[in-house]
């Protein structure tokens, strides 16, 4: 199995089994907020954890899990020549599209719970990404494959507004998270002392209520460039958005209430 493929299982399978650890009790105590995220850009891969994370919704009567399509858009230069990229196949079955643009990251923290329209909550996040795309830098005759993995590590804020008795609510998130190089392999070599660390923003928009599914918008831009600093290349950055779109089964009482 590969290298990244275990990373992103192992987050994923640590914040499951401590949020569902937990949630049996935590789900009453309305000041704790608990959110797992996973996403990814391949057709395949969204579907199936879409599934994955509807039924675990279902069977925590909570709203446990987030789930997102993403998309990552490449902007650089190499000696002011401009760097030419392709995304991977979006409905392909390889493991590298499979898995390309992945996600899965864990959010803890507190929220308020006002019968008034309008509540916040703040909270520490960590999550672990993979992209993998194909970059043509003008000392190549073709295009070669780029893989870089991250761990991005912050925290975070939203306000929500809507009542008790509002059917849609609408959650506006914007957070702040410093990026650590885990991995890389590409046109430079291998390793991730190839990648630079820095700050990224994260933005979020949701909306949710009593109905089937909950969705939304979301970016994701890195403030550094992501290869370390050379003689050759002026400026590489990554900036990803996505649309957020869970299932939320309902099981008895709205799980909203």
Request: charged share 20%; proline share 2%; net charge positive.
């Amino acid at each position: 199995m590969n290298k990244y493929k275990k990373n992103i299982k192992k987050t994923f399978g640590i914040s499951v089994l401590l949020l569902f650890a937990g949630t049996s009790s935590l789900s009453s105590q309305r000041h704790f907020f608990h959110r797992i995220d996973v996403g990814s850009s391949n057709i395949y891969t969204f579907v199936v954890s879409n599934l994955l994370t509807g039924f675990g919704n279902y069977l925590t009567h909570d709203m446990l899990f987030d789930n997102a399509y993403a998309f990552t858009f490449f902007n650089g230069q190499y000696d002011d020549e401009n760097i030419k990229t392709k995304m991977s196949n979006p409905i392909g079955i390889q493991a590298r599209e499979l898995f390309n643009d992945a996600f899965a990251g864990v959010k803890l923290g507190y929220q308020s719970d006002r019968p008034g329209f309008f509540n916040w909550g703040i909270y520490a996040s960590t999550h672990y990404k993979i992209n993998q795309f194909r970059a043509k830098f003008p000392i190549n005759d073709d295009y070669h494959a780029e893989q870089v993995q991250y761990l991005k590590s912050g925290g975070g804020i939203f306000v929500t507004f809507g009542s008790i008795k509002t059917k849609i609510k609408t959650q506006i998130e914007a957070a702040l998270r410093y990026d650590i190089p885990l991995n890389y392999s590409g046109t430079f070599g291998k390793g991730k002392e190839n990648l630079a660390k820095g700050l990224s923003s994260h933005f979020a928009l949701k909306l949710g209520g009593y109905s089937w599914i909950s969705g939304g918008l979301y970016a994701d831009i890195n403030h550094y460039d992501l290869y370390k600093e050379t003689s050759h290349i002026s400026k590489f950055k990554l900036r990803s958005m996505g649309i957020i779109f869970t299932i939320t089964p309902k099981r008895g009482d709205d799980i909203y209430e």
